[in-house]
């Protein structure tokens, strides 16, 4: 082997890219990326034709000159100098813009063969390159689905009420319901629980992370009989099952799915206490529930309100009986992914902290003003806004600053919102630095002992006539975690600069005041993805 030779690999190998993965988030110099499939084509930001500017998607620049279509592939950057312009081009099904004077820029070429297929050799998990005949499907197939993200427990009723015929209908629905679910490595993960004179954990979250041994390992449960003891075992499941060790994830709602033939054998209240005590959301699936001459049987009618942590509805299912129950599966399957409504567990949509700091600089103009509104309505809108859940404030601020709302002044969504609407326009510098301290302090310090985690978010058009710095570096020191969000003329150095680490992922830009609308569900994900790693 020649000296120098492992170098060489080491440069070649690429690295998998989002489809928004911007030229300036890449090395300088030249690097080979691979570009995932199916890339949302009228959400990229590409600015000029051949030569883009660096705040271009790297994949977008890559479709639009031709280099690769929108089934992925090996990609190679290269870092330019900065242009005096940038042309708009129509080319491949992408509309790139123009734009003048920026500091850098990159080329795109085909990425070789060598490199694409050693980076299938590794196991990267952000994207894929879609390599001949293997399918993407499989792949995505093995990760789950991403947008229901849960740790199930299903605890099936094992007695003698049920019987075997019935509970062997019971697991059919099950199993189907699993299989609709998504179980993935990054989806839900599930086990079950029987429920019978004792609780058993026939299998915990992570013995199995596939559909089809899950389905697989249902299709072998066997039917124990004796009393259901639903409470008992409900209680059991709550203190036993979600442990770290058996494969709960920190931060995904844990959820616990009592399904119940007729009615409880014991008392579910005290059961329902322990899992709100710890987090876990009670559905309670009732099947041929207890007609108007068995009511006089049950010990206590409220058996489901008692059970669950929010009497709303939500958290009850009914199904008339066993038979044909395929059209329930799906409806299930809907609630059971809805994770805005798992008020029980600690998500990022339940627990955080949002200050929005918002620029009323001259330059943003009242229109633009409203499209920034929208954004933080958009942004504000995905979250679990209560007294107990996620909070969020608003600091107007030009050269000074005016706290439109704090945290504690709205506890209602559509509160928030409305307040978020009535914003009237201020109008005059940009001291952006001075509006993060005086965020910093008189917003979220009365809530920085809290428990939720806290993000700040600055947006702003244009250049600051002070540091920013120095006081982001302060609020980050206070456990705020800072996105920046620049438009327009908003410097990237600044926007780098007011950003959390790492800042590529917390700093945001978009040209023109539309882009903003965009950006909403990254926003998001980037608040979700910091509250998980915060936990772990
Ligand atoms: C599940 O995993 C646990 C712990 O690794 C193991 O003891 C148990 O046998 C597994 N159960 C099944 C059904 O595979």
């Known amino acids: 082997m020649l000296p120098g030779s492992k170098i060489l690999l080491f440069s070649l190998a690429s690295t998998a890219i989002t489809c928004f993965t911007r030229g300036l988030d890449l090395r300088k110099g030249t690097e080979d990326v691979l570009c995932?499939?199916?890339?949302?084509?009228?959400?990229?930001?590409?600015?000029?034709?051949?030569?883009?500017?660096?705040?271009?998607?790297?994949?977008?620049?890559?479709?639009?000159?031709?280099?690769?279509?929108?089934?992925?592939?090996?990609?190679?950057?290269?870092?330019?100098?900065?242009?005096?312009?940038?042309?708009?081009?129509?080319?491949?099904?992408?509309?790139?813009?123009v734009l003048s004077r920026w500091a850098s820029s990159f080329s795109v070429t085909a990425g070789t063969k060598s490199t694409a297929l050693e980076a299938v050799g590794r196991s990267v998990s952000t994207a894929r390159p879609s390599t001949g005949k293997r399918p993407k499907k499989t792949l995505d197939k093995k990760a789950g689905n991403k947008d229901c993200k849960a740790d199930i427990a299903?605890?099936?009723?094992?007695?003698?009420?049920?019987?075997?015929?019935?509970?062997?209908?019971?697991?059919?629905?099950?199993?189907?319901?699993?299989?609709?679910?998504?179980?993935?490595?990054?989806?839900?993960?599930?086990?079950?629980?029987?429920?019978?004179?004792?609780?058993?954990?026939?299998?915990?979250?992570?013995?199995?992370?596939?559909?089809?041994?899950?389905?697989?390992?249902?299709?072998?449960?066997?039917f124990r009989g004796g009393n259901s003891n639903t409470g008992k075992a409900l209680k059991y499941t709550a203190q036993k099952f979600f442990s770290l060790e058996n494969g709960a994830r920190k931060g995904i709602p844990k959820i616990i799915v009592v399904f119940l033939d007729g009615w409880p054998s014991d008392d579910l209240e005290e059961a329902g206490i322990v899992a709100r005590e710890f987090g876990v959301n009670v559905f309670i699936v009732s099947v041929a529930k207890p007609t108007a001459e068995e009511l006089g049987m049950v010990q206590d009618i409220g058996f489901v309100d008692k059970a669950v942590c929010r009497n709303n509805g939500f958290f009850s299912y009914q199904m008339p009986t066993w038979f044909g129950t395929t059209k329930y599966v799906k409806p299930?399957?809907?609630?059971?992914?809805?994770?805005?409504?798992?008020?029980?567990?600690?998500?990022?949509?339940?627990?955080?902290?949002?200050?929005?700091?918002?620029?009323?600089?001259?330059?943003?103009?009242?229109?633009?003003?409203?499209?920034?509104?929208?954004?933080?309505?958009?942004?504000?809108?995905?979250?679990?806004?209560?007294?107990?859940?996620?909070?969020?404030?608003?600091?107007?601020?030009?050269?000074?600053?005016?706290?439109?709302?704090?945290?504690?002044?709205?506890?209602?969504k559509e509160k928030v919102l409305s307040a978020i609407r009535n914003i009237r326009y201020m109008s005059g510098g940009t001291a952006t630095g001075d509006a993060i301290s005086f965020i910093t302090t008189h917003v979220f310090g009365p809530v920085k002992d809290g428990p939720n985690k806290n993000f700040l978010i600055v947006l702003t058009d244009g250049q600051s006539y002070d540091d920013v710095r120095g006081p982001a570096a302060a609020a980050q020191k206070a456990g705020i975690t800072v996105f920046s969000v620049g438009i327009a003329w908003a410097p990237l150095d600044d926007l780098k600069d007011m950003a959390s680490e790492p800042r590529e992922s917390h700093t945001f830009f978009t040209r023109e005041f539309t882009g903003l609308e965009p950006m909403v569900p990254d926003i998001i994900r980037g608040i979700c993805k910091d509250f998980l790693d915060s936990k772990q």
């Open 154 to 222: 299903f605890l099936i009723d094992g007695s003698y009420n049920i019987g075997q015929r019935r509970f062997n209908l019971q697991k059919n629905f099950v199993g189907k319901v699993a299989v609709m679910l998504g179980i993935g490595t990054e989806g839900p993960h599930v086990g079950v629980v029987q429920a019978s004179e004792h609780p058993k954990i026939e299998f915990y979250l992570k013995n199995y992370t596939a559909a089809k041994e899950v389905l697989f390992a249902i299709k072998e449960l066997g």
């Open 36 to 97: 995932p499939a199916n890339c949302p084509l009228w959400q990229f930001y590409v600015f000029g034709d051949g030569v883009y500017a660096s705040l271009s998607s790297v994949c977008g620049a890559a479709i639009h000159s031709g280099v690769i279509t929108n089934t992925g592939g090996a990609v190679r950057v290269r870092t330019l100098p900065g242009q005096e312009s940038y042309p708009a081009v129509n080319a491949n099904g992408i509309q790139s813009q």
């Open 332 to 412: 299930l399957v809907q609630k059971l992914c809805s994770h805005e409504q798992m008020l029980c567990s600690k998500t990022c949509y339940n627990s955080v902290n949002i200050g929005f700091l918002i620029d009323g600089s001259s330059s943003v103009g009242e229109s633009n003003f409203r499209l920034m509104l929208e954004f933080v309505s958009n942004v504000a809108k995905a979250f679990e806004i209560s007294d107990i859940g996620s909070k969020v404030a608003a600091v107007q601020f030009t050269y000074s600053q005016r706290s439109e709302f704090s945290f504690t002044d709205y506890v209602t």
